[in-house]
């Protein structure tokens, strides 16, 4: 709004007011209406100074304290970190600091808990055979055809960190990346919704069970949800700039570079966008906003279009099998469902009440839209896999959709803060969310644990790596574990419950769960040791463990516990020794 400066009426207290709608107020508590000339102090002059005469000195009206936005404040209006501009960066956000302190510890609390999960061993072995093959040439598996990332991304990186120090060091990665995410989320909802907001949508986030498990875990997802939170981070960086178009290219790269990572991030594209779009208004508005949703979706296809010629049909196959055509299972929707809400269930709670707020109290449509938006985005988890009837990684690909519903809650937290008018009631506020964080950590702090129960391979490594001769092959559950932790047997020589390694290196895969291919392979031999865990593929491993115990000439090793405290098994072990007698 564009207005004059009057000159004061002589030693005048009060300047006459002039009732204006400010553009955009109706997001404001009260009818929009604001003072154009607002009351001011009498004024005195000091004496001696030319010019300033009684009478003709020009005053400058001093402006009002605007009621804050509950809807909507953009940070800057929130920070008063600081009356010193120099001095402003140097004073740290104490309540982020301790926020990424108590996630550090819950996720430093597992790091050795186990020895490598599955999918941690399998792309850090990939990476491994990426990196010689980039340096070497060796031949190495077709893993675009079956990753569900690219194997050139996180893997390659995750390696170097394992070469550095082992899977602690690739765990700690992952840790660094979801510290990031935090960061994100925290800067995020204080530009869209102010200080206080940030803190809980950052502390609510951070005390999930499976944001701690992804702290810890040496898998492509960490990385992934780290580049979708900065992606949301560049695309509401355009708040209150006509042109935002540097921060929505970096939103576009940073959003690629996400989808490459991990497939399935593909799923929250378009929250992104409509962040983008909606942090457009008020201002500039209109098709201005809207061309920063097109616009990063625009980049974003082209980029991947031209990162899928130069991988060429391999990643193409990759991405039907493992995201757009996967297998449904045999899981029913309601086990689905139940799983999701034990991990997300009071962010889901919470987000829904701050939707509920924001339709009952917003007057912006745009700021009701957006909350909406936030909040549903953590049911786009649990509906997808309940479509597939599938648990496979739901404790790892909710955190995503928490992470968005989290800056929804940073919007009720914020109104209420806003609604509440003593000092008193707002610390009683703080205390009570304070307290529920609290127990929502200790809840997830338990539920993390017990998703590193797998069955641990500590006790059956050293049995292997002193039987196994080279050349020898293997049939084994659990096989990219001790592909990891035996990296001096080659691929070629290792199969599973999924598939057959033949001498070419070309593997069999096996649909379904038929003993016909294995018991061939087994008649002529062409195991030396077969490893069964009843664990992948449990009807499988007890129809080959039934035709192993016909077979004179398998012998019976043992059984080797699991090595992890919590789960109960042991990995059966059978070596091939012709004409033993039992």
């Keep these: 709004m564009n207005s004059r400066t009057d000159t004061a009426p002589e030693q005048s207290g009060e300047v006459e007011a002039t009732l204006v709608r400010i553009p955009g107020a109706d997001n404001l508590p009260g009818?929009?209406?604001?003072?154009?000339?607002?009351?001011?102090?009498?004024?005195?002059?000091?004496?001696g100074l030319p010019g300033t005469a009684r009478g003709s000195a020009r005053l400058t009206p001093i402006p009002a304290k605007l009621p804050a936005r509950a809807d909507r404040v953009p940070a800057r209006a929130q920070d008063h970190r600081s009356s010193r501009p120099g001095r402003r960066w140097l004073?740290?956000?104490?309540?982020?600091?301790?926020?990424?302190?108590?996630?550090?510890?819950?996720?430093?609390?597992?790091?050795?808990?186990?020895?490598?999960?599955?999918?941690?061993?399998?792309?850090?072995?990939?990476?491994?055979?990426?990196?010689?093959?980039?340096?070497?040439?060796?031949?190495?598996?077709?893993f675009p055809t079956y990753f569900s990332g690219a194997p050139v991304v996180y893997p390659v990186l995750g390696a170097v960190a394992d070469s550095i120090g082992g899977?602690?060091?690739?765990?700690?990665?992952?840790?660094?990346?979801?510290?990031?995410?935090?960061?994100?989320?925290?800067?995020?909802?204080?530009?869209?919704?102010?200080?206080?907001?940030?803190?809980?949508?950052?502390?609510?986030?951070?005390?999930?069970?499976?944001?701690?498990?992804?702290?810890?875990?040496?898998?492509?997802?960490?990385?992934?949800?780290?580049?979708?939170?900065?992606?949301?981070?560049?695309?509401?960086?355009?708040?209150?700039?006509?042109?935002?178009?540097?921060?929505?290219?970096?939103?576009?790269?940073?959003?690629?570079?996400?989808?490459?990572?991990?497939?399935?991030?593909?799923?929250?594209?378009?929250?992104?966008?409509?962040?983008?779009?909606?942090?457009?208004?008020?201002?500039?508005?209109?098709?201005?906003?809207?061309?920063?949703?097109?616009?990063?979706?625009?980049?974003?296809?082209?980029l991947i279009i031209v990162l899928l010629q130069v991988g060429r049909g391999w990643y193409v196959d990759g991405i039907e099998q493992t995201t757009l055509t996967r297998h449904a299972g045999g899981t029913p929707v309601a086990t689905v469902?139940?799983?999701?809400?034990?991990?997300?269930?009071?962010?889901?709670?919470?987000?829904?009440?701050?939707?509920?707020?924001?339709l009952a109290r917003a007057r912006s449509l745009t700021t009701r839209i957006l909350v909406v938006m936030l909040a549903a985005t953590a049911a786009l988890v649990?509906?997808?896999?309940?479509?597939?009837?599938?648990?496979?990684?739901?404790?790892?690909?909710?955190d995503f959709g928490a992470w968005f519903a989290a800056i929804a809650i940073g919007y009720g937290v914020s109104r209420l803060s806003a609604r509440a008018a003593s000092p008193m009631r707002r610390r009683i506020l703080a205390a009570a969310g304070i307290v529920g964080l609290a127990v929502a950590g200790y809840a997830g702090l338990?539920?993390?644990?017990?998703?590193?129960?797998?069955?641990?391979?500590?006790?059956?490594?050293p049995v292997l790596d002193r039987m196994v001769r080279p050349g020898d092959r293997l049939l084994a559950d659990n096989t990219?574990?001790?592909?990891?932790?035996?990296?001096?047997?080659?691929w070629q020589q290792w199969s599973s419950v999924y598939g057959i390694t033949l001498p070419s290196g070309r593997r069999v895969p096996e649909e379904s769960d038929s003993l016909a291919p294995y018991q061939q392979a087994l008649s002529k031999h062409y195991f030396r040791f077969v490893v069964l865990a009843f664990t992948d593929k449990?009807?499988?491993?007890?129809?080959?463990?039934?035709?192993?115990?016909?077979?004179?000439?398998?012998?019976?090793?043992?059984?080797?516990?699991?090595?992890?405290?919590?789960?109960h098994g042991s990995y059966l072990l059978w070596e091939y020794q012709p004409n033993h007698s039992r």
């Excluded at 491993?541 to 019976?556: C, E, G, M």
């Design 337 to 358: 469902l139940l799983s999701s809400w034990d991990w997300t269930s009071y962010i889901v709670v919470a987000a829904a009440l701050s939707a509920v707020l924001c």
């Design 446 to 461: 338990g539920q993390a644990s017990n998703l590193y129960d797998w069955p641990g391979a500590a006790n059956l490594i």
């Design 91 to 142: 004073q740290p956000n104490w309540g982020l600091l301790v926020i990424l302190a108590v996630q550090s510890a819950l996720a430093l609390r597992l790091m050795k808990t186990n020895t490598a999960f599955e999918d941690e061993a399998l792309y850090l072995w990939a990476g491994h055979l990426e990196w010689s093959h980039w340096l070497h040439g060796t031949a190495i598996p077709d």
């Design 382 to 398: 649990p509906a997808q896999q309940a479509r597939i009837h599938t648990l496979t990684s739901l404790s790892k690909h909710v």
């Design 480 to 490: 990219p574990t001790l592909e990891y932790y035996l990296p001096q047997i080659h």
């Design 31 to 47: 009818p929009g209406l604001v003072p154009a000339r607002l009351p001011v102090p009498p004024t005195r002059l000091a004496p």
């Design 167 to 302: 899977l602690i060091a690739a765990r700690f990665m992952s840790l660094v990346f979801m510290l990031g995410a935090t960061i994100a989320l925290w800067s995020v909802t204080r530009r869209l919704f102010g200080r206080p907001g940030a803190f809980f949508a950052a502390a609510s986030w951070a005390a999930l069970a499976p944001t701690a498990r992804l702290g810890a875990f040496a898998t492509y997802d960490a990385m992934a949800l780290f580049l979708l939170a900065l992606t949301a981070w560049f695309a509401t960086g355009g708040i209150g700039r006509r042109d935002a178009t540097r921060w929505m290219l970096a939103a576009a790269v940073t959003l690629t570079l996400a989808n490459v990572t991990k497939y399935a991030s593909a799923l929250f594209d378009p929250v992104v966008i409509g962040l983008a779009i909606l942090s457009g208004y008020p201002a500039p508005g209109g098709k201005s906003a809207l061309r920063r949703g097109a616009f990063i979706a625009a980049i974003t296809i082209e």
């Design 538 to 567: 449990p009807q499988l491993d007890s129809a080959i463990a039934s035709y192993l115990h016909t077979d004179p000439d398998y012998h019976f090793v043992g059984a080797i516990p699991f090595s992890n405290p919590g789960s």
